[in-house]
C-alpha cells in the first residue's frame, strides 16, 4: 500500500510540468492543404513544398497531384493498392500512382521505373491472391510523407509470405519504394497470433 501512495505521489509531483509543457506540432511543408491544385508544368521554378523529384522522376500529371492531405494522401495509396494487389491490374496501378523513373529499393525488381516494376510484378501476382490488412499514410520528422502498406501474400511461387510495401510519396504521387518480405511459416511460430 505505500508503494502505492508513494507511486501516486511521484507522478502528481509531475504534473505542473506537463501543464507547462508545449504541444508537440509537426511541421507543415507546402501549402495549406485544401482542393487539388494541378501540377506546375517542369518549364516553371518548383512551388515551395514540392520536392523536384515529382517532375524529374515523372510524377503522372493527369491522376496525380504534388499537393495532398494525408486523407487524400491515403486514399491514394488504398486506391492503388486495390489497383495492384486486389483487381491485378499492375500496369494501370504504376501508371495512375506511380512515377514513371522511380526509386525502387525491392530486392525481387532489377532495376528502378514503371516499366520494370510492371514486367517483374505481373508473373509475381499472377494466380494468386492478397489480403490487404493495414494501410497507413504519415510523416517522419523532417516531413517527408510514407504510406505503408501491410498484407498477407498468397502466391503460386512463393506461398504464404508477410510483405509491408512502403512508399515515399509527394503528394499523391509514389516515389520511392521498399518492401520487407518473409514466408508465414504459421506452424513453427511461438506467438498465439502471429504476423496478422
Not at 486486389?86 to 506511380?98: F, L
Amino acid at each position: 500500500m505505500y508503494l502505492a501512495h508513494l507511486a501516486l505521489a511521484f507522478s502528481l509531483s509531475f504534473l505542473p510540468l506537463l501543464s507547462t509543457a508545449r504541444p508537440f506540432n509537426p511541421p507543415q511543408h507546402g501549402p495549406t492543404p485544401g482542393p487539388y491544385q494541378p501540377p506546375y508544368p517542369p518549364s516553371q521554378p518548383d512551388p515551395p513544398g514540392v520536392s523536384p523529384e515529382y517532375y524529374s522522376l515523372g510524377c503522372p500529371k493527369n491522376t496525380t497531384s504534388p499537393y495532398a492531405t494525408q486523407r487524400e494522401q491515403l486514399e491514394a495509396l488504398i486506391n492503388y493498392a486495390q489497383l495492384l494487389y486486389i483487381e491485378q491490374d499492375v500496369a494501370q496501378a504504376y501508371h495512375t500512382y506511380a512515377a514513371t523513373n522511380f526509386i525502387n529499393h525491392a530486392p525481387e525488381v532489377p532495376g528502378d521505373g514503371t516499366a520494370i516494376a510492371i514486367a517483374t510484378q505481373t508473373p509475381m501476382l499472377k494466380g494468386g491472391s492478397v489480403q490487404i490488412q493495414r494501410q497507413f499514410t504519415g510523416y517522419n520528422l523532417t516531413g517527408t510523407a510514407f504510406g505503408v502498406t501491410y498484407f498477407k501474400g498468397i502466391s503460386t511461387f512463393e506461398g504464404v509470405g508477410v510483405i509491408a510495401d512502403i512508399w515515399r510519396m509527394q503528394g499523391t504521387c509514389l516515389l520511392e519504394h521498399w518492401d520487407v518480405a518473409e514466408g508465414a511459416t504459421l506452424n513453427t511460430t511461438m506467438n498465439p497470433h502471429p504476423y496478422f
